[in-house]
């Protein structure tokens, strides 16, 4: 499925601001009310794009997020991989390095370690690593790479995204065991409305509606864009493991989550204490990147690429042919 440049900026609209009106995207980006509503419902339908809410595991009481590096024996890989992707507590599952290791982010309960338990137990696991989630950086670059050479410009940006309310990070907002119905609705579609998820949740549109204002604006829950990065023209996806002196942590973490490449940075437990997943056109877009801008970032004292062959699972949608596979 081509998709032309309206479709890109429809995504990188989106990317931006998952819960944009249609009739604003179509204003910013000039176009009909009509075209976007009915190009992303084809994009949705196609598997290109789901836009969904996600919970800050920091936010979940009694939950850690943590990045799972498993070395398999040869030929055990897909089939490791694909019960590790119909796994309620994964939430992406991929094959790299030449089929040898498996990448997996999984929610952990601190009171059942589960996967971290179970495991480096498995017959077919050689070597097993855990990561555990300490810091997102959010940047520009992570909703860039979607609309790669159609993205928004900076007054488009400013336009679509007016009026919009400030994240604030307040920390005494958690997600409750009340919220779970809601977070399961926007977990299946992220722009579902305030009667659907009235409906869904047992509340008023009213309540629904303030509830969702409270998590988002105070950073508790927060909205993504999954996408096929295939169908945006990218070929070459690779997790990239950093080692960075600690006194640069914190600024090579913002300056990588600015990339246009990046799509995902955060600093990590381990011998690595910085990882990203890096998307490009092919490969010599990637040897390009890693030896200009990573080049330039300060404090970084080692990284390993890891070149991602096939993705199992992305943001909880399991993928067939390189698409997220519709909902039944």
Same mark, same amino acid.
């Given at each position: ?153 900076? &007054? +488009? #940006?400013?336009?679509? *995204?007016?009026? /919009?309310? @400030? $994240?604030?990070? !307040?920390?005494? =907002? ?34 629904? &509606? +303030? #509830?969702?204002?409270? *998590?988002?604006? /105070?950073? @508790? $829950?927060?909205? !993504?864009?999954? =996408? ?34 990046? &799509? ?7 011998? /690595? ?56």
């Amino acid at each position: 499925m081509a998709l032309d440049r309206v479709d890109q900026q429809i995504l990188h609209a989106l990317h931006l601001s998952a819960r944009a009106p249609f009739a604003r995207i179509a204003t910013v980006i000039g176009v009909s009310e009509q075209t976007v509503a009915r190009r992303y419902q084809r994009l949705r339908s196609a598997g290109v794009v789901r836009v969904l809410a996600r919970a800050d595991p920091a936010r979940l009481p009694g939950k850690s997020s943590w990045t799972l590096r498993i070395g398999c024996r040869p030929g055990s890989a897909p089939v490791l991989a694909g019960a590790l992707a119909r796994r309620d507590d994964t939430s992406w599952v991929g094959i790299g390095a030449g089929g040898a290791e498996i990448t997996c982010q999984a929610l952990v309960d601190e009171q059942n370690s589960g996967l971290l338990h179970h495991l480096p137990r498995a017959s077919n696991v050689l070597t097993f690593s855990a990561h555990q989630l300490l810091h997102r950086f959010a940047g520009r670059g992570e909703a860039d790479w979607v609309a790669p050479g159609n993205e928004l410009d900076d &007054a +488009q #940006r400013a336009a679509l *995204l007016e009026g /919009a309310t @400030a $994240v604030s990070e !307040d920390r005494g =907002v958690q997600v409750e065991d009340s919220d779970t119905r809601l977070l399961e609705a926007l977990a299946h579609d992220g722009r579902a409305g305030w009667a659907a998820l009235a409906s869904a949740t047992g509340w008023t549109q009213r309540q629904a &509606a +303030q #509830r969702v204002t409270t *998590l988002t604006a /105070a950073g @508790a $829950v927060y909205f !993504d864009l999954d =996408v096929a990065s295939s169908a945006v023209g990218i070929h070459t996806v690779a997790n990239l493991w950093f080692t960075v002196a600690p006194a640069h942590l914190a600024e090579a973490g913002a300056r990588l989550a600015d990339h246009t490449e990046l &799509a995902y940075a955060a600093a990590v437990t381990g011998r /690595a204490n910085l990882m990203a997943s890096v998307m490009c056109r092919d490969a010599a877009a990637l040897y390009h990147y890693l030896t200009t801008k990573v080049a330039d970032v300060p404090g970084v004292q080692s990284v390993e690429t890891v070149p991602l062959l096939t993705r199992v699972k992305q943001t909880h949608f399991l993928l067939r042919d390189g698409r997220l596979r519709p909902e039944p």
